[in-house]
């Protein structure tokens, strides 16, 4: 038998019996879309985390007060200790380190934002002029936060564009006083959309100096310090000289946790990777479970088709090339799974990227291919034992029917 006529041979049983066709096409289908699909969500969250990281900023090491790494004590809530807090004269202490460029103290909280009737619940952020260049922030109308010493507050603030819309309105902001908890606030700049960061929505947020926001929270404890280095390749010596300026300035204790941008990234790049490659080994189990099918589809195949195959036997046809079909047969059901599943896989990715556009599902290029291929080996897989049972046929017992 030639190619061409093996394929035609497989394309006619495969078009001739439509049912059995159809749902073999639809569970290798499935598994394919799986695989694509979960695969495509977690690469989406792996990008989305990358994204958000990558939005702080660059060369940063981050501070935050408490140690996470295990010292082999009682906890410090069991014990009735607390961390110590990060204040505002041990970010400007970090300065004295040469490698250190900017430093931008951080208080969060939240607040009630009125101006005249309107009012509404925002996340208010505390800092200093430097935070603007620090995380690639935007402002889009007035001025940030003023530079200068950021022990002395001053009564203004900076807000984002949704919160702008829904206080004032057609009304211009600039200049006009907000009341934030008890305190008044004059609007000095409007921040451009930049949407979701790290959590919180930056189109929602009220930015206030450093001093103002401790003032209003009634705290003298920092939230977090962002420092950036000169350059990326002193990103470790900054952490370093970070580290050690705060054991100084804390009795020699250790008692802060220094992060880099980039062991951060590569932590969550690992834990994501993994994990969508586990979710989608366990996708690809619905492939194996379709090539159970198409092994006991061929299986009732070879008892349907005896006296085809006896007669095939009889006018010269080898048990190879008896096998040899039915392998045909399996890779061409395979195919059409397969091209049925990236389909449908790549309609479900585009589904849900409607209702999450900010975050950016995509299959990688090792799922798009290691589905159809693993479908295809799959099947032919499947496929040894049915084919190998049509091929131990006796021709004369298979006409006879015996």
Known sequence: ???????????TIVLGNRARTLLTLLAMGVGVAAVVVVSSLGEGARRYVLDQFGALGTNLVIVMPGRSETTGGMPGFLTGETPRDLTLDDALALLRSRVVKKIAPLIVGAGEVRWGAKMRESPVLGS??????????????????????PRHAVPVCVIGATLREEIFGS???????????????????????QGQSLGFNTDEIVIVPVTAAQALFDTESLFRILVEAKSREQVVPAKDDVIEILRVRHEGERDVTVITQDAVLATFDRILRALTLAVGGIAAISLAVAGILIMNVMLIAVTQRRREIG????????????????????????????????????TGEWLVSQFYPQIPFAAPWWAMAAAPLTAIATAALFTVAPAARAARLDPVAALSRR
């Open 1 to 11: 038998m030639r190619l061409t006529d093996l394929l035609a041979f497989a394309l």
């Open 128 to 149: 200093t002029a430097e935070l603007l260049e620090i995380r690639h922030m935007l402002v889009a109308q007035g001025q940030f936060l003023p530079p200068g010493d």
């Open 171 to 193: 009304h211009a902001a600039l200049g006009e006083w907000l009341r934030i908890g008890d305190r008044h606030f004059r609007v000095v700049g409007i921040m451009a959309r």
């Open 311 to 346: 007669l095939l036997k009889a006018l010269g046809a080898t048990g190879a090339q008896i096998r040899l079909t039915f392998f045909t047969e399996a890779v061409l059901l395979a195919l059409g799974g397969a091209a049925l599943g990236l389909a449908a896989g790549k």
